[in-house]
C-alpha cells in the first residue's frame, strides 16, 4: 500500500526522491508554483512511489512535476508553460 495515492490526471504534485533530502531544483519549482498561485502538494517519495512514477513518466530526473493532467520533467518546461499561460 503506497502512502500517497496519486491521480496523475488531477491534483498538482512536486516529487521528490527521498534520498535527496535537499532539492534545489524542487524548491524552484515550489517557489515557481507559489509565485503563480498554483495549489500543489510537495511529495518526498519513497522507492515504492517512486517507481510507481517512473513507470508512468520513464524518468528518474526530479523534481517530477504534475500540473493540471500534465508531467513537467524540467523547472524550465514548466516556468516555459506557465509565463506563456501568463498564469501569475
Given at each position: 500500500?503506497?502512502?500517497?495515492?496519486?491521480?496523475?490526471?488531477?491534483?498538482?504534485?512536486?516529487?521528490?526522491h527521498?534520498?535527496?533530502r535537499e532539492?534545489?531544483m524542487?524548491?524552484k519549482?515550489?517557489?515557481?508554483?507559489d509565485?503563480?498561485?498554483?495549489q500543489?502538494?510537495?511529495?518526498?517519495?519513497?522507492k515504492k512511489?517512486?517507481?510507481?512514477?517512473?513507470?508512468?513518466?520513464?524518468?528518474k530526473?526530479?523534481?517530477?512535476?504534475?500540473?493540471?493532467?500534465?508531467?513537467?520533467?524540467?523547472?524550465?518546461?514548466?516556468?516555459?508553460?506557465?509565463?506563456?499561460?501568463?498564469?501569475?
Amino acid at each position: 500500500m503506497l502512502k500517497y495515492e496519486i491521480d496523475f490526471n488531477k491534483g498538482n504534485y512536486v516529487v521528490g526522491h527521498f534520498t535527496f533530502r535537499e532539492c534545489a531544483m524542487c524548491d524552484k519549482a515550489k517557489s515557481l508554483l507559489d509565485k503563480h498561485k498554483k495549489q500543489y502538494m510537495f511529495i518526498q517519495a519513497d522507492k515504492k512511489l517512486f517507481g510507481k512514477i517512473l513507470s508512468v513518466t520513464g524518468s528518474k530526473k526530479v523534481p517530477q512535476i504534475f500540473l493540471e493532467g500534465k508531467v513537467y520533467l524540467t523547472v524550465g518546461e514548466l516556468e516555459e508553460v506557465l509565463d506563456k499561460n501568463g498564469d501569475s
